[in-house]
């Protein structure tokens, strides 16, 4: 008997925030968080909507910027944060700022 079929689905949705960062932290090399560096307020909007799940598109529509200029914003989110995905930022963005 396979186990598969006893163990019901996850999906990262099921869980808040902060517990999948947790999750996610676990299983990350880092040992200790980088250096932050100060992020602007376009950063940080960017970054909270990023972390709800909203795709580039939609982020520039609703703050009426080019796509290109989202994208540039959320290169530099990530290099602020020293974060290595896109995931790991968003993480690191609602630990310090909630």
Known sequence: MS?????PVVRREDFAPDVA????ELGSRRREPAAVKELTSRQVTI???MATGAKDAAIAHELGLSLRTIRAEISALIAGLGARSRFQAGC???RRFG
């Open 3 to 7: 186990v598969y079929p006893a163990v």
């Open 21 to 24: 960062c947790e999750v996610y």
């Open 47 to 49: 970054g909270r909507m």
């Open 92 to 94: 690191l963005l609602v």
